[in-house]
Nanobody, 130 residues
Framework: QLQLVESGGGLVQPGGSLRLSCAAS????????IGWFRQAPGKEREGVAC????????YYADSVKGRFTISRDNAKNTAYLQMNSLKPEDTAFYYC???????????????????????WGQGTQVTVSS
């Protein structure tokens, strides 16, 4: 059974950077498509980024394009979310998610839907504040 554990969250000033890590156990991460979601108080979970297992294609929410980068290191069984130029509105609980492979073009449509992802980590808090 795949298990995911996030780390790297914390308090950062606006304009700063953080790198979130998602360590996998129980299975090899390279088999799975990986994503990151976030949830701010009083808001729905929002898809932030995704990287597919089949071709490494990436998807980003419009709100983070150009600032966040998702990546994976299969040798370390770990995925990452590099977050630069952080804004107060990026404050949220961030979750690493994983899903088994599917027909690649499908991800274009469903990657940011929380119900499409089977495996979820416990999350890590990111707070952007001066």
């Amino acid at each position: 059974q795949l298990q995911l554990v996030e780390s790297g969250g914390g308090l950062v000033q606006p304009g700063g950077s953080l790198r979130l890590s998602c360590a996998a156990s129980g299975a090899t991460l390279d088999y799975y498509t990986i994503g990151w979601f976030r949830q701010a108080p009083g808001k729905e979970r929002e898809g932030v980024a995704c990287i597919t297992s089949s071709d490494g294609r990436t998807y980003y929410a419009d709100s983070v394009k150009g600032r966040f980068t998702i990546s994976r290191d299969n040798a370390k069984n770990t995925a990452y979310l590099q977050m630069n130029s952080l804004k107060p509105e990026d404050t949220a609980f961030y979750y690493c998610v994983a899903e088994q492979p599917r027909y690649a073009p499908t991800w274009t449509i469903v990657w940011n839907r929380a119900v499409e992802w089977e495996y979820w980590g416990q999350g890590t808090q990111v707070t952007v504040s001066s």
